[in-house]
């Protein structure tokens, strides 16, 4: 019960990233990327993932670095949350962003994990977190081993929800993502990376490394902040995530848009029309608040709160970002 | 008198190895040709077992030994009316995780393989999952001797309580429900076994009761105790996880002695949690009545606790739920009606507070509820309660000394309760709650007349003092705080004196560390064994000096005529002196057993409760309620402990930080959550132990009641407060918001449900200006 070893794995450490893709160029699907690990080494010993190869890409100095660059700011995929947490220009001109990322576990846990991880962070359900002794006597479930959900128990798809706490922040703040395989490249919104499903997660292929996550610059204009809950502060996955992202000029609200994690298989997020804020905020903010509402799909993933609880959540963290960064009064 | 080391805030004794990571536990230890030992666990909660092969596991490459449960058919447990487990299930698997068959191999990789490929065919039983359904549900039971799965009821009555009842002004009842929970010590359970060619067994174990374990590994393994040795390498946590003898220890002895060579057997954390022996899900039906004044005149009580699979220490569990409603208040009438039922479900024990805690939440919470009908303040409804020092309960224990007033004025003052309580903001508020534990049993479990605790010192011509004891040191600071007796008694360095401690071939026999006996029981055998060096030393020295014996003191490395300091000798030659006459090396012995008086009444079930001494405890809590999200965030806690007397107020302290924490973690957070006898949070990311960032600070006074018979006046300081740290915050959570959570954990979703509710009904006046809603935490 809770076989207490990793299964075998070969170590991977390629100098540069030239050599990592020469790697995934033969054994792309023999292969699980490694970063900082923090999620990936956990669920090896649960025997979720049994590759073959693990590709060590947190030292690649490709993935390393937070520069501003032309229009965008560049942070490298292996940049550990500590060092985006703690970044003092990130935190000026992202403070969603680096909000989210100090949000994340524990400080050590932050000192070894990575952005990039955190982006590809695999989907969580109480029925798939669990050992090998475990899944099996409870009879696996589709998104590993098995063919039925025990979520939703008629349905062919898993909604393990998506739990990774920056990824709030950046579909609110347009990111992009540089996605590198051995044949070439390509830039993917972060808006465009995931799929509702909790199985297939994103668009990322087997042969590709995120290497960086970039920025637009004009979004510095905005002020942010992120709201999260987890049962304890002192370490603890999301179970609800709210990024707010507000731009004002003196008193007239220019643009608004909220971004969601942990309730759906997939990241949401919700720009608010533009006709919309030519009304005073009071007359919006509700609304606002109900449309993001209405994308949160929370299903019986989590252990201890219910999916109504964390539905009740989404509304209050909303309404709280909004009437916060707008200087409204607390709502009674 | 003066002392020279008690009293004085001191790190442990080699307190330096654990914490650079320098401490050899059992897990470390590593032996030529050692195996790994793992157990193959049922997937099922209740089967008959058909048929075991295990031909196919032998011949996996790298296997050493293969054993099931017909290799280890003897019964035992830790009470001898339980004696209802087996190290492997025999014929039949009582719990999801019970183990069945068991290898040793070279690697853990040839040992879990071996496991995959054991046969077993199982016949599924019916399996339940609930105290209540399992106490009505029709025969196969779960023990066929056990029927209708209840392992042991107790109906108690004392005084009387429709009498007492009558006489009230005014009567309440409430039903309250605590989940079952997880010791979540930081090391999980290990044991390493080794067979030599002389027949000899030796067993390294992360245990608080060696010696049980000792008598156990005799029982099974059919070898006299003689030729077994227990050792209990550093322990990392056991808080009533390790405080009996466990399947894995005598697997790991079976297994050394089948292949030939050592053996260990480490459990993963899934493991621990189905090991368990934690706290019970625990159905509590109270009913409490009093006078106009607030005077208890009756008390009844019923619990229903389900505890799993095997008895383990269930039957102390469920008395001690109904015994310790007494000794501390003055309740002349009380009524007990206790079942211990079994279930498919790893089995309880003891954890923390042993089963006082529970009781005590319901307890604390329905008292509040009372004084608010009667319009009187926590602390009076409390204060017009208290017993008084050296009295006898109605169920015959004997209190002593008695700090709890002391206890209640200390924190109503330091947290300024009673400027707080009901003048704070809405979501905001503070609550009090009061404990008492037992400072070791007045009957041993094992139901033996030997001494619970015996120490001997030992003083050479090193002038080392060698202190030798069987108790187990844990984290808890026992080792340090005899030393502390030894080197106060002998006024010498605390650096003198060597501890040997958990080693049965060298040290003598002690129950163990439980039930918050150590400092009371061996703390006694040390300061007599200590006492007999002294006296032997006095006796030298007086005649060498010509100084009365009495008129010698021992202080600062010296022994000298307390009226002409000067006239005097070192403690080094003092020893010398002594070694030179016929008696030879200095041997002092010291043994402690409770008195008669302390040993509680005749009736069926009067063994548990009766303790020499009770420590007292009163806990308040300030705490913020967020409205909006339910979230409840514990700001402060101010605990007062009555030790009796704080021989190192350091470990005192670390005591009352250790109790709070776990209560703030039952109260808030923890529960081990279940679905058809499967744990579903059987690791540490999903049990809830509050983190650092989650704990309040914590502000912890000692009070010093000089208990009459605890070693220079001391009591327990281990346990006695957790219990009311729990119902401290769920009355401040009333206090905040008006809402009564009577349901443990107090998660954000119940303290939102319950204010729905309230608003609802809109039911009792407000207390409190509602409108003024607190600032959003993040406002
Ligand atoms: C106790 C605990 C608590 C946690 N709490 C949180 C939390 O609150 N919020 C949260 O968001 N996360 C949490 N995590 C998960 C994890 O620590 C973080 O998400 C972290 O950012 C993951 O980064 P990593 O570098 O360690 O990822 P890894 O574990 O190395 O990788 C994670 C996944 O991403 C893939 N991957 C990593 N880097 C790349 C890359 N460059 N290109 C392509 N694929 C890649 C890996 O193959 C793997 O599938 C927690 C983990 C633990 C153990
Ligand atoms: S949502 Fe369904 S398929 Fe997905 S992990 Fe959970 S149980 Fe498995």
């Keep these: ?332 | 008198m003066e002392f020279q080391t008690i009293g004085k805030p001191t790190p442990y004794l080699g307190g330096e190895d654990p914490v650079t990571g320098r401490a050899v536990y059992t897990d470390d230890l590593r032996l030529p040709g050692l195996l790994v030992g793992r157990i193959l666990r049922s997937p099922l909660p209740h089967a008959r077992i058909v048929k075991v092969d295990v031909s196919k596991a032998q011949r996996v490459p790298g296997v050493v030994a293969v054993i099931t449960g017909q290799d280890l058919a003897t019964k035992y447990g830790i009470l001898p009316v339980g004696q209802d487990e087996t190290a492997l299930a025999v014929d039949r698997v009582r719990y999801v995780g019970e183990g069945v068959a068991a290898v040793a191999a070279e690697s853990v990789e040839a040992a879990e393989e071996a496991l995959e490929r054991i046969e077993v065919l199982y016949e599924p039983l019916p399996a339940y999952f609930d105290a209540l359904e399992a106490m009505n549900a029709p025969p196969p039971w779960i023990h066929d001797d056990k029927p209708n799965n209840i392992e042991r009821e107790y109906h108690h009555h004392f005084g009387d309580v429709e009498r007492g009842f009558a006489e009230a002004d005014y009567v309440r009842e409430h039903s309250f429900f605590c989940p079952r929970l997880n010791h979540a010590a930081m090391e999980p359970h290990s044991a390493v076994a080794s067979y030599d060619l002389q027949g000899r067994l030796t067993v390294w174990s992360s245990t608080q009761t060696p010696y049980y374990l000792h008598r156990t590994l005799s029982k099974v393994l059919g070898l006299p105790m003689n030729r077994i040795r227990v050792l209990k390498p550093y322990v990392g946590g056991g808080f009533g996880g390790k405080d009996e003898p466990l399947p894995h220890e005598i697997v790991a002895a079976k297994l050394a002695m089948v292949s030939g060579r050592p053996v260990k057997v480490t459990m993963t954390r899934e493991e621990v949690f189905y090991l368990n022996r934690g706290r019970p899900d625990q159905y509590i039906w109270l009913k409490i009545g009093v006078r106009r004044d607030g005077r208890i005149t009756a008390v009844e009580c019923k619990v229903v606790q389900d505890g799993g699979a095997y008895c383990s220490y269930g039957i102390v569990t469920i008395l001690y739920a109904g015994q310790l409603l007494a000794a501390i208040y003055d309740i002349p009438n009380i009524k007990y009606d206790g079942y211990r039922v079994l279930t498919n479900k790893p089995p309880c024990g003891a954890q923390r507070g042993h089963g006082s805690v529970n009781t005590r939440f319901a307890f604390e919470s329905l008292l509040d509820m009372i004084a608010e009908d009667l319009g009187l303040d926590p602390v009076t409804i409390r204060a017009r309660n208290f017993l008084r020092p050296n009295t006898r309960t109605v169920n015959d224990l004997r209190v002593t000394s008695y700090g709890l007033p002391e206890c209640i004025r200390r924190v109503v003052e330091a947290s300024g309760f009673f400027e707080k309580w009901r003048k704070l903001p809405y979501g905001r508020g503070i609550g009090l709650g009061c404990s008492h534990y037992v400072s070791g049993a007045g009957r041993a479990i094992i139901r033996s007349e030997m001494p619970h605790s015996n120490v001997v010192v030992k003083v050479d011509v090193d002038g080392g003092i060698g202190l030798y004891t069987g108790t187990a040191e844990i984290g808890q600071g026992c080792d340090t705080v005899q030393a502390m007796i030894v080197a106060e008694v002998l006024g010498v360095n605390l650096r003198r004196v060597r501890v040997v401690a958990g080693d049965s071939d060298l040290t003598p026999l002690d129950l163990g560390s439980y039930s918050s006996r150590v400092t009371f029981m061996a703390g006694n055998a040390a300061l007599q064994a200590a006492r007999q060096i002294r006296d032997r030393l006095a006796d030298v020295v007086s005649r060498a000096l010509s100084v009365p014996a009495d008129r010698l003191e021992f202080r600062d490395e010296r022994v000298f005529d307390r009226e002409n300091p000067d006239r005097g000798v070192s403690f080094d030659e003092a020893v010398y002196m002594a070694l030179q006459e016929s008696g030879g090396t200095l041997v002092g012995k010291g043994a402690y057993s409770p008195p008669p008086e302390a040993q509680g009444g005749t009736y069926k079930g009067a063994g548990v409760g009766p303790s020499p001494a009770y420590s007292y405890s009163a806990s308040v809590a300030e705490v913020s309620v967020d409205v909006e999200t339910g979230e409840v965030r514990v700001e402060r806690v101010w605990t007062a402990h009555d030790c009796g007397r704080a021989l190192n107020p350091l470990a005192v302290e670390g005591q009352i930080e250790g109790s709070v924490s776990m209560g703030l973690g039952q109260a808030l957070t923890e529960q081990v959550v279940m679905k058809d006898g499967r744990i579903l949070n059987a690791g540490l990311l999903e049990y809830k132990t509050p983190g650092l960032l989650d704990h309040p600070v914590i502000e912890s006074i000692i009070v010093e009641s000089i208990d009459p018979e605890g070693p220079f006046g001391a009591k327990e300081a281990g346990e006695g407060s957790l219990a009311g740290v729990i119902p401290a915050i769920a009355n401040a959570v009333y206090d905040a918001v008006g809402v009564r959570i009577d349901r443990l954990p107090i998660t954000p979703e119940r303290v939102l449900e319950a204010l729905r509710k309230k608003t609802r009904t809109a039911g009792r006046p407000a207390e409190k200006p509602e409108a003024v809603v607190s600032a959003s935490a993040d406002a």
Excluded at chain 1, 121 to 130: A, G, I, K, S, V
Excluded at chain 1, 155 to 180: F, I, K, N, P
Excluded at chain 1, 186 to 213: A, C, H, S, Y
Excluded at chain 1, 304 to 310: D, G, K, Q
């Design chain 1, 1 to 332: 019960m809770g076989v207490w070893y990793m299964p075998p794995f070969e170590l991977v450490q390629p100098r540069d990233l030239d050599g990592a893709l020469k790697h995934l160029a033969d054994w792309a699907t023999d292969t699980k990327i490694l970063a900082g690990g923090t999620d990936l080494l956990p669920s090896m010993r649960q025997r979720l993932f049994e590759p073959r190869y693990l590709l060590a890409v947190g030292r690649l100095p490709e993935l390393r670095g937070i520069a501003w660059e032309d229009d965008w700011v560049r942070i490298g995929a292996a940049e550990t949350l500590n060092a985006v947490a703690e970044h003092p220009q990130l935190c000026q001109a992202f403070p969603a962003l680096t909000e989210a990322a100090a949000s994340v576990a524990a400080y050590n846990i932050r000192n070894m994990g990575t952005l990039g991880g955190n982006v590809c962070l695999d989907t969580r359900c109480h029925w798939y977190n669990q050992s090998y002794f475990w899944r099996k006597g409870i009879g696996f479930c589709l998104k590993k081993d098995g063919s039925v959900c025990h979520v939703a128990p008629g349905g062919r798809q898993c909604w393990a929800a998506y739990s990774g706490d920056t990824a709030a922040a950046l579909v609110a703040l347009e990111a992009q993502l540089r996605l590198v395989a051995p044949t070439g490249e390509r830039l993917v919104p972060v808006r465009e990376f995931f799929l509702n499903d909790g199985q297939r997660r994103f668009v990322l292929r087997p042969d590709e490394i995120l290497t960086e996550v970039r920025i637009p610059q004009w979004m510095a204009g905005y002020q942010g902040r992120y709201f999260k809950y987890r049962i304890r502060q002192a370490v603890d996955y999301p179970l609800v995530g709210v990024a707010v992202l507000v731009r004002t000029s003196g008193p007239r609200v220019l643009d608004v848009r909220v971004g969601l994690t942990a309730v759906n298989p997939m990241p949401r997020y919700f720009d608010v029309p533009s006709e919309w804020l030519e009304d005073p905020p009071e007359a919006w903010v509700e609304r606002v608040v109900e449309a993001v509402v209405r994308l949160a799909r929370p299903l019986k993933t989590s252990l201890l709160v219910s999916p109504a609880y964390r539905q009740h959540l989404v509304r209050v963290f909303t309404r709280r970002g909004l009437r916060s960064l707008l200087a409204l009064p607390t709502a009674a």
